[in-house]
């Protein structure tokens, strides 16, 4: 099993609309969440953070569930930039304290006109 | 404030032939990550580096891939023999503290062809 599994996609939604998509994690000592955003042929960069009591910025919002394990981002009133891949990112803490961020594969999101 | 600088961009290779990529990370900046990225699949952690030390370096093929770090700043990544699956986008990131504990700052990465 994956340390970190999200659906791949692509999800296709209309511009103004709403979409959401979870990120499930396998180990249960994982301690820290984020969600990166990468645009095609380009680097990830941070979206956000996902906080215990879930956090909000501006159309997005992230929320964590540890007793299912899984994150989740909800993207509101979607614009055609929203158009991306949103990678969901775990620090899986080891045996030492320095941890290790682990990425999934990914969830596409077309946004279309 | 610049940002993480790779080198070479684009790199097309034959299988069996070597190749280093360099990358030098936002200045102040102490751990250092180098990351493979599949077509199609996350980045995947080859190794991190704290100033010149390194903390994880668990899925780096060691046979082929070796990474460096001298003094605690730039640092080289290099495969020896290249095989056709090591085709990928190799990624530098390099944050100010240690990973979980903030944002994670990525090069434009480098696109290594494998023939």
């Known amino acids: 099993r994956k340390e970190v599994e999200q659906d791949p996609g692509p999800f296709n939604v209309p511009e103004g609309a709403t979409v959401a998509f979870n990120c499930t994690y396998s180990?249960?000592?994982?301690?820290?969440f984020f969600w990166y955003r990468q645009d095609c042929r380009k680097e990830p960069k941070l979206l956000m953070s996902?906080?215990?009591s879930g956090n909000e910025d501006g159309r997005f919002t992230a929320q964590l569930n540890r007793a299912s394990q899984y994150i989740s981002l909800l993207i509101r009133d979607s614009k055609l930039s929203d158009s991306a891949t949103y990678l969901c990112?775990?620090?899986?803490?080891?045996?030492?304290?320095?941890?290790?961020?682990?990425f999934g594969a990914g969830t596409q999101v077309v946004v279309t006109p | 404030e610049a940002g993480v600088a790779q080198s070479p961009r684009y790199k097309i290779i034959e299988k069996r032939q070597s190749v280093a990529f360099w990358c030098n990370p936002i200045?102040?900046?102490?751990?250092l990550y180098w990351y493979q990225q599949i077509l199609g699949q996350g980045p995947k952690l080859l190794i991190q580096?704290?100033?010149?030390?390194?903390?994880?370096d668990s899925q780096l093929p060691k046979d082929r891939f070796s990474a460096e770090r001298l003094k605690g700043v730039d640092s080289t990544l290099k495969i020896q023999p290249a095989k056709l699956e090591d085709s990928a986008v190799y990624l530098c990131?390099?944050?100010?503290?240690?990973?979980?504990?903030?944002?994670?700052?990525f090069g434009e990465g480098s696109r290594l062809t494998v023939l």
């Open positions: 200045s102040g900046h102490a751990t």
């Open positions: 990112v775990v620090n899986s803490r080891g045996t030492d304290s320095w941890g290790k961020l682990q």
């Open positions: 580096f704290q100033n010149n030390g390194v903390v994880d």
């Open positions: 180990n249960s000592a994982s301690q820290s």
């Open positions: 996902v906080y215990s």
């Open positions: 990131a390099s944050s100010p503290a240690r990973a979980g504990a903030g944002e994670l700052f």
